[in-house]
């Protein structure tokens, strides 16, 4: 296979997070907090039991109004 026929044949790139949320809500994510929320979870933040029950309250708060 040439590499004008390989370029030819690669496929357009898509925002993945767009076809599963809808561009709306895709466009509504801002990366620099995904970042900021992964380097947490890789520092072991959630895993502390302060942060856990904040979470889990937080989590409980959120079902009543609903």
């Known amino acids: 296979m040439t590499r004008s026929s390989q370029r030819g044949s690669r496929k357009r790139k898509t925002n993945r ?3 599963w949320l809808g561009s709306r809500e895709s466009q509504q994510i801002r990366p620099a907090r995904v970042l900021a929320a992964r380097a947490r979870i890789a520092s072991g933040h959630y895993d502390q039991p302060e942060v856990q029950d904040y979470l889990l309250d937080a989590l409980l708060q959120a079902l009543k109004r609903h």
């Open 17 to 19: 997070l767009a076809l």
